[in-house]
């Protein structure tokens, strides 16, 4: 059993964007040797989610409509009173859809389905640097 | 330490069918001996999600119809554009609850409360055979 | 690599209210002696969830008006059917958040951001005392 702590960087626009790191992780796996065991991805920071989608034009426009319907914008926030950043919707979104993910890999390749994509999401309302931990665990 | 990867075969009927996978989940750390260490459950495909509830009749209701309300099924998305397969709000709906769940084991048994069980929601808009992945991580 | 079943207890009044446990979970990844690894959470309970956050005043309230917003505790749930116990709100939040959170921790300390806090929030009706689950594995 081995344990490596890497990590994915990405320059994000913020505001909903969402990436497609799915890449990136299979290539983390692969680039250890392991074979057998899993990956962990986990944002640090609290304006930022992991979750999976199948990656695609429409659902790209989609996610961005569900999150402005239920978490909007243009409203304010109590967060607004300590930091007047404007972001406190990015706030709440990222603790609905959680900063960690974890994905099981077999005989090399991530578990994935033909469709399913790995996703980070940059909740923020400007644009960041994000360094996503990526933590292998397995043999 | 040991990994194995197993799976549970489930068929659903699909719209937010709820299946109680909690027995199967059990069945699998137990049956690797296993004592103490951790079960990664995974849903290899977009339109499927894992958590916990408690099982009965009333939560089966309540949470299909919450679904329903925040993210609806005769609702046009843009996902239709792409493959016009009806099937938009399954995929909102899997992102948002999300395709992985770790539950820990210690002394052989998962750490679950008496009243709280593993449930795979399959938010497809038709049945479905799934292969959740079960991956046993310990000792 | 070893593998440590310990726990976070928690007094909580329930109601929505969310707890920092960072400390706690930090504290119990440095008393192991452990430096690379994983910290898994988990909820025993399906009225209460882990995700993270900006612990400032503002999301506090934030938090909780958007899930009376979006799962109100005030309407009829079919759960009431079953246990006569007005928190069928409690459950439907507590699956949507997840009972499940794993962080990564490398030289020791775990791989939050500066402004990120682990939150446990309590969504059942009524005071608890709770024992969160908090598994190291790693070396």
Redesign the interface.
Known sequence: ?N?I?DSIDLSTRGNCEIHNITGQAQEIVSSHGMT???L?L?????TGGL????Y????L???P??FEE??PSNRR???????HDGN?HS??R???????????F?EGRL???T???I?FIDFDNKARSRNI?A?V???
Chains 1, 2, 3 share one sequence.
Request: charged share 15%; hydrophobic share 40%.
């Open positions: 059993m344990i702590t057998e065991g899993q962990i986990f944002c640090p920071g609290s979750t999976t989608v199948e695609e034009p429409g659902l426009k989609d996610l409509e569900f239920i978490i926030y109590h967060h607004d009173d300590t930091w406190g706030h709440v990222a603790t609905l859809i959680g900063p960690s993910l974890v994905v099981p077999t578990t994935l389905g469709w399913q994509q996703i931990v933590q665990m397995g043999e």
